[in-house]
């Protein structure tokens, strides 16, 4: 759905781009075409998907490294649950919610997935993609 109103927007802002020239309002071609990509970025923004890695350790090793990745970075690990094939591990402090998942794919493979931000509005893609790269580092260094 957010996919078409991305598309919407940008449809919108291109049509107003060319027609605008056509009524002699040069002004207004470049402050709506800059309001068009302000849009479109931020509804990118919106709706950042999770970051996710498939890393080919097993999966006791890559909880280990992530809650390792964790400490370093003074994120407290709030709570853990079971899922289906893994598990959730919800993490962070008053300014930010992080959630992340393992799944066993294979003995030698688990999925990350994580999502960091408040809600789905605020989501911080940078603070995730920090926390994938750190796991990952520490994965390939972890003696077990």
Known sequence: MLKN????VRALAIGLTLILPLTGCAAAVGVLGAIGS?????A???VARPVSKTASYDFDRVKKALLVALCKMQIPVEKVREIDHG???IAGNDDIEIEIELKEITSNVTRIKIKAGGDFVKRDAATAQEIVRQTTEIAE???T
Do not use: R
């Not at 109103?5 to 919407?8: S, V």
């Open 5 to 8: 109103f991305n598309k919407l």
């Open 87 to 89: 598990e959730e591990i």
């Open 141 to 143: 260094t972890l003696v």
């Open 44 to 46: 990118e923004y919106v």
């Open 38 to 42: 302000g849009i479109v970025t931020g």
